[in-house]
């Protein structure tokens, strides 16, 4: 009878598991609700490219857009039988899931968080964007040899581990190669300011401005800026920026404007996917429909429902040579792909804007 | 054959001990400007003799008003020492007088007239008299009673000294004070430990085994001084070994009343500056708050000296005003004995109470000291008692009640983070464990609203029996520390942080919790920090004073995560409160994080302030080549004289763009 008891109970604890799944974790509520929806365009084009009888069994949840939220979606994915994580979408949000998965021993991959620290000593913890190191040092590069800027103000908002994290990445890139940050400049949100940020730096001896800042800070900085302040700066941007009435914005006021991303429609090995994009979604895709497309691509390729988390993330450090709309992914042993390419776009002018090249692939 | 006390270099020794940090010539000139023009030909008139003319100071030879200069014996912050003599009476004075730039400003003038009043209306065999003061036409000066001998500043340096050379008997008094002791003391016994004994015709000799009578009687002496300045109601506000002179007859003077003040007329400038020097001041001169500052500061004061005269060492020791000034404030001084294991344990009682931090605890007057170390030299009880571990423990509470150390964010998070292991582990029972939780929250100086609140939630957490309701606890306290962020409430905001971050600290806490708890608190702190810096910039109050609110940045310094580091080092730096100079230099010095030392550094940076040269010239040998980047162009701006020699390492530096910069620094100067 004891015996019975026994195997019963065993067989309710196995029905009650969790069927293995690919969990998604994607911002689709708050701020980042709109490029949680690029990352879903992402991830639907990549499941249509997989046959539907192989496609995995795969659900979402909400990552929010703060780190807590996050956190909170992560344990959430697991505990509903996620091996396999995609997502999040932030540096901020990736270092504190990545804190949750060396506990949960459940590997994530985050297609579009660049901060160095999200996989530092963390083997749960992977990406398949270029980290700010690579971006730091693509534009670093560009400011300097391409552009001949030798003077630089460097501005961070200093609420954004992204932000500060990939200002300072730059200044060191940019030092490295005898260019000199004569200030760095962080701002609060909470203290406002932003819409003097630029004006504040019209008396700085410098040459131009990096504004590792998101597309929300950047707006009013540009707003608030005179035209002589703007004719001269050069304005460095990141993949932050990226947002509706930019190009417009600066159109016939700015000195210039060059932005590092990491995909451009632009770009010419892209056109079957941007066509794709453009079909289903009827707009072209931005940088984090991209980088999740082919984030999402190799995860689908490597997700088996019979391989444990520590078995997927033995197969995520194998992945040595995966192309992509976004560059190739040459997975590193520290969980983030070596030198994936980077992307120069100049926008100051809507007319001309264009992709320039991209960098270290 | 010019007199060494008068050479440059001799002055700028004497101000380097005087000011208590090393100057060099080019910052003294600026400090102390030539005379020039149609005075300095006034000043210059009499003169006769040939003699080099002294950094900023009157010929030898001249005669101002009466007073023939013959040297010059000393120079502090409010003016140069000449020995000089009265030339109607033939006596020899010291005469003391105020820089020249210092006579145009009118609160100078108002202090140095203050000194003067304040020593004429002292007659007391141990205070220096004054014969005679002016301040007029430009000129000021106050002519004083001459008294040769070793101030107590120098009796110490010659103790050390022997100590490092390992003699036993160091000569302090008498008139063979320069002579080499050694061949005296050989096949002596010492007889005589106290000044006055009439076998010390050969003058004061101490005995490095047994210096305590003698420092006992000497410190007894300065006590009975001040007794007497404080009846008439006098504080001198600067008591220090260098302000208090032996003479060669054995006698001790107190000197230099220029910070002395009435003790009717409260405790610090108009300005509320920071007055005295840094090492033997009172926590209460030492706050940044405007604390009354009364007779107890000087027996503070002069229980540093004692304190130092026993060990040889000071109580709280550091290159920075700002870091002195805080360990004063927060830190216990190392008992004597554990410098000096000789050190008699009533002397070791009386010291320790002469410089306890509350003035409520130290003896009520200097008679009281005076007559308490008479006591041990008379070997009778005295009346001091030594502190038990009970009463330690009770005095910390209340220093931190007091809002000393309001914001100690660590201090608080430790003794939770103790307390709720000892709740886990069962240890104690809920009834004690809940009486230690609020001694630890009283402790903080928060309102008692705050207490039974966070009470009440750690008891709930404490009560949660599976991990579901602990999580559940959590989400609603992490929810309420949200709230009091976004309505600013500060004092409940802080006990919920040192809450959370004692339960984040915690080891056995559900691991699936604390990224969770980790990412909830980093997003809140981060914010704190940023409202504090709005608030601080704009002086609102929000519920907290200025200080507490400076304190919760200063405790955010210590954070784990370099985002929370960052955002207090940057409000820090940028609000460049000088009271918050202590706790970026002292968390740079203890960091062992990379990202936090250049986070702190960035702060010291915005800060711009030259006591941060020493800390930032040692990380230019840092491991990281970014923290020695931030060093190098952190220095650059603040551009100390000898900013060259501090970047000398550089030049071999591992990574070459720091050579680079570094070579341009060089070039940039000219040098190359």
């Known amino acids: 009878m004891k015996r019975i008891a026994w195997i019963l109970l065993l067989a309710v604890a196995a029905c009650a598991r969790p069927e293995p799944a690919l969990g998604l974790l994607v911002s689709t509520s708050g701020t980042l609700a709109d490029m949680g929806a690029e990352v879903l365009h992402g991830w639907q084009l990549a499941l249509e490219d997989v046959p539907a009888a192989k496609r995995p069994h795969s659900f979402q949840i909400d990552a929010g857009s703060s780190a807590v939220s996050a956190v909170r979606a992560y344990h959430e994915l697991v505990d509903q039988g996620a091996t396999l994580v995609l997502g999040p979408l932030t540096t901020d949000q990736a270092v504190a899931v990545a804190e949750a998965a060396r506990e949960r021993r459940v590997p994530f991959v985050t297609p579009t968080a660049t901060g160095d620290e999200v996989t530092r000593d963390n083997r749960w913890a992977f990406r398949t964007c270029a980290a700010d190191r690579d971006v730091a040092k693509a534009l670093a590069l560009f400011a300097r040899f391409e552009l001949q800027l030798a003077r630089l103000v460097v501005v961070v908002d200093l609420s954004s581990r992204w932000s500060v994290g990939l200002g300072q990445a730059f200044a060191d890139a940019f030092r490295q190669r005898n260019g000199r940050v004569v200030e760095t400049v962080a701002f609060a949100p909470t203290l406002g300011g932003q819409s003097t940020l630029l004006e504040d730096l019209a008396q700085v001896d410098a040459e131009g401005v990096l504004l590792a800042v998101r597309h929300d800070a950047l707006m009013p900085a540009l707003r608030g800026a005179s035209e002589a302040t703007l004719a001269k700066f050069v304005l460095l941007g990141v993949d932050g920026w990226q947002g509706p009435g930019l190009a417009e914005e600066l159109a016939g006021r700015a000195r210039g404007a060059y932005v590092a991303r990491h995909f451009s429609t632009q770009e010419p090995g892209a056109a079957d996917f941007i066509a794709k994009h453009r079909e289903a979604f009827d707009e072209l895709p931005g940088d984090p429909a991209a980088l999740t497309y082919d984030a999402a691509r190799m995860l689908l390729g490597l997700w088996s429902p019979e391989a444990n988390p520590d078995a997927l993330r033995r197969a995520l450090l194998e992945q040595h040579h995966v192309p992509g709309v976004t560059g190739t992914v040459r997975m590193a042993s520290d969980g983030s792909p070596n030198a994936k390419s980077i992307v120069l776009e100049q926008l100051h002018d809507p007319a001309r804007s264009r992709f320039l090249r991209r960098l270290a692939d | ?672």
């Open chain 2, 1 to 672: 054959m010019p007199d060494d006390d008068t050479t440059p270099r001799k002055i700028l020794k004497d101000a380097t001990r005087v000011l208590g940090e090393r100057l060099d010539s080019a910052e003294f000139e600026r400090e102390y400007p030539p005379l020039s023009g149609d005075r300095t030909e006034y000043l210059h008139a009499g003169d006769q003799s040939s003699s080099d003319l002294p950094l900023g100071g009157l010929r030898v030879g001249v005669v101002v008003d009466g007073y023939r200069i013959k040297r010059q014996i000393g120079r502090g912050g409010m003016g140069v020492v000449y020995e000089a003599e009265q030339v109607n009476l033939g006596r020899t004075v010291a005469l003391k007088v105020m820089p020249p730039g210092a006579v145009r400003n009118e609160r100078s003038v108002d202090r140095f007239r203050r000194e003067a009043t304040a020593v004429a209306r002292l007659s007391h065999p141990r205070i220096v008299a004054v014969h005679g003061f002016n301040i007029s036409d430009g000129l000021a000066y106050i002519a004083m009673e001459f008294v040769q001998g070793l101030d107590l500043a120098e009796v110490i340096d010659r103790l050390r000294t022997a100590r490092t050379h390992g003699r036993r008997f160091v000569r302090i008094s008498g008139p063979e004070l320069e002579k080499d002791i050694t061949e005296w003391a050989q096949g002596r016994k010492l007889i005589g430990t106290v000044p006055g004994d009439p076998r010390l015709r050969d003058g004061i000799v101490i005995d490095l085994r047994n210096p305590f009578p003698m420092a006992a009687a000497l410190v007894a002496d300065a006590a009975d001084a001040l007794r007497h300045a404080h009846a008439h109601g006098v504080i001198h506000r600067d008591i220090k070994p260098s302000n208090l002179i032996l003479s060669r007859e054995g006698r001790l003077k107190l000197s230099d009343f220029g910070l002395a003040k009435d003790t009717d007329a409260g405790s610090l400038t108009e300005s509320g500056d920071f007055v005295g020097s840094p090492a033997y001041v009172s926590p209460e001169q030492a706050s940044p708050r405007r604390v009354r500052v009364d007779e107890r500061s000087d027996i503070y004061s002069l229980g540093v000296t004692l304190y130092e005269l026993v060990t040889l060492h000071q109580p709280f020791g550091g290159k920075h005003v700002a870091v002195i000034l805080r360990q004063i404030l927060t830190k216990d001084p190392p008992p004597p004995s554990k410098l000096n294991p000789r050190v008699p344990r009533d002397l070791e009682t009386i010291v320790l109470k002469a410089i306890e931090k509350d003035p409520d605890r130290r003896y009520a007057s200097a008679e009281e000291l005076g007559e308490d170390l008479r006591r041990f030299l008379n070997f009778e009880p005295i009346r001091a008692r030594p502190l038990g571990a009970a009463s330690r423990t009770l005095r910390q509470i209340r220093r931190h009640r007091m809002g000393v150390a309001v914001g100690t964010l660590l201090i608080a998070v430790l003794v939770l983070s103790a307390l709720l292991a000892m709740v886990q582990s069962g240890a104690s029972g809920p009834g004690e464990d809940q009486r230690r939780l609020e001694q630890a929250l009283l402790a903080r100086g928060l309102p008692a609203a705050q207490h039974e609140r966070a009470l009440r939630w750690l008891a709930q957490l404490s009560a949660a029996e599976s991990a579901g309701d602990r999580r559940d606890q959590l989400d609603a306290a992490l929810a309420d520390a949200q709230a009091a962020l976004t309505a600013s409430r500060v004092p409940e905001l802080v006990a919920r942080l040192a809450v959370l971050d004692a339960f984040a600290a915690r080891g056995s806490w559900d691991e699936q919790q604390r990224a969770l708890l980790a990412a909830s608190t980093v997003g809140i702190k981060v914010e704190f920090a940023q409202r504090l810096w709005a608030e601080l910039a704009a002086n609102a109050s929000g519920g907290f004073d200025r200080r507490q609110k400076l304190s919760v940045l200063e405790g955010l310094l210590q954070d784990p995560d370099w985002l929370v580091v960052e955002n207090a080092a940057t409000a820090l730096g940028s609000l460049s409160d000088s009271s918050s100079l202590g706790a970026l230099l002292d968390a740079l010095g203890q960091e062992v994080d990379a990202a936090r030392r250049r986070a702190l550094i960035g702060g010291l940076r915005r800060y711009g302030h030259p006591d941060s040269v020493a800390l930032l010239s040692e990380a230019l040998h840092d491991e990281s080549p970014a923290v020695r980047m931030a060093a190098l162009e952190a220095l650059d701006e603040l551009d100390p004289n000898d900013l060259l020699q501090r970047l000398a390492p550089l030049a071999r530096d591992k990574a070459t763009w720091i050579r680079h910069r570094y070579d341009a620094v060089l070039a940039r100067r000219g040098r190359r």
